[in-house]
């Protein structure tokens, strides 16, 4: 039994804190909790694994217990942790990012990805990019040269032809919407 458990759905600093609560309520000790995964002070039977699962499935994530699915989902954890919190911008290309955070070949990662979500890991990260980008011209919180900047795109025009062929919507167009149709990052 590992003393780390992985956690699918948790994509946010608020899914940390109600997986905290469910572990205080359950008066079990961990050391640490990051996206996706909570690092126990000490292992826990079986019986208490599941029950904890029960309440995670109650609050929409799912404990994982299949080493496949866990790869998966540090997979993602990863893609979206950088996309969506980490402020500064990936000084190097995602396949090495994630080669060098899960200490994997990226060919593998690929492969598994891709035969387990029916998507590249590229189409995933250029989904998440455009989650962001909605995000951030929503909340008008950058300009497009600053977007562009953060989300590692060469140039505006290049962010904009993305942007159009992903949405049907220029940057301008989105701006403009009151009721953008966003999906959430877990859903992509």
């Not at 109650?58 to 990863?78: H, R, V």
């Not at 969506?84 to 000084?91: A, K, Q, R, T, W």
């Amino acid at each position: 039994m590992s003393k780390t458990l992985h956690i699918k759905n948790m994509v946010c600093p608020r899914c940390i804190t109600a997986v905290d609560e469910v572990l205080k309520e359950m008066n079990i000790p961990s050391e640490k909790i990051e996206l996706g995964q909570v690092f126990l002070k000490d292992e826990v039977s079986e019986s208490i694994r599941k029950e904890f699962g029960e309440k995670l499935n109650e609050l929409g994530f799912e404990l994982l217990s299949d080493a496949t699915t866990q790869l998966i989902s540090e997979i993602k954890t990863a893609i979206i942790q950088q996309i969506h919190h980490d402020s500064e911008p990936l000084n190097v290309n995602f396949s090495d990012f994630l080669s060098q955070r899960l200490n994997y070949d990226y060919s593998y990662l690929s492969r598994l990805f891709s035969g387990v979500e029916g998507i590249t890991i590229n189409r995933f990260i250029v989904l998440q990019k455009i989650e962001k980008v909605k995000e951030l011209l929503f909340y008008n919180e950058m300009t497009a040269a600053e977007i562009a900047h953060q989300l590692n795109y060469n140039s505006v025009a290049y962010l904009s032809n993305v942007f159009k062929k992903e949405t049907g919507m220029t940057l301008s167009q989105f701006k403009e919407l009151r009721d953008p149709k966003r999906r959430g990052i877990a859903d992509v």
